[in-house]
């Protein structure tokens, strides 16, 4: 069955024809081309597919397109300005948050979340942001480092 859905992604709108069985991930990754959120284990554990929906955070892989009519999306992609990263990419590089990279985005979208929730988290808070963002590098000390400084240079 095909459904005709209408939501934002990174601020701009944006009108499609899905499938009932078709993934937000999918969507986003080959209709949209927006390659950011990445496939790891396509069933909820990983999160390396994780975007913000309606501003809380979503294994893309886990969630229907249909499910998304009128929602607001925000992908890896939408964190920076068209020229300038986001405070937490440029923490990331600096503080060697990423090795492969291919957790980097959910990382981001992860904090991001906790950082729109609490301006100066502790530690511990970021670790529970962070639960459910697997790392196969183990970079996590880095990671949490990346979040950390990230928080401070907002302040
Ligand atoms: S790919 Fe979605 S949680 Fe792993
Ligand atoms: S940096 Fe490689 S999976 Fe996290």
């Known amino acids: 069955m095909k459904h005709d859905i209408s939501f934002s992604i990174n601020g701009e709108r944006v009108r499609l024809t899905v499938h009932s ?49 009128g929602a607001e999306i925000l992908t890896v992609e939408g964190l920076s300005g068209d020229e300038e990263l986001h405070p937490l990419q440029k923490s990331f590089i600096d503080h060697h948050g990423v090795q492969c990279g291919y957790c980097a985005p959910g990382m981001l979208i992860s904090a991001k979340a906790l950082l729109s929730r609490t301006s100066r988290p502790h530690e511990e808070e970021i670790r529970e942001a962070l639960v459910g963002n697997l790392c196969r590098c183990g970079a996590y000390a880095d990671i949490i480092k990346s979040i950390q400084v990230a928080s401070r240079a907002r302040r």
């Open 21 to 69: 069985h078709q993934t937000l991930l999918e969507v986003i990754r080959s209709e949209l081309e927006l390659t950011g959120a990445k496939y790891g284990c396509s069933t909820g554990e990983c999160g390396a597919c994780s975007v913000l929906l309606d501003g809380e955070v979503v294994n893309s892989c886990m969630v229907l397109a249909p499910e998304v009519d």
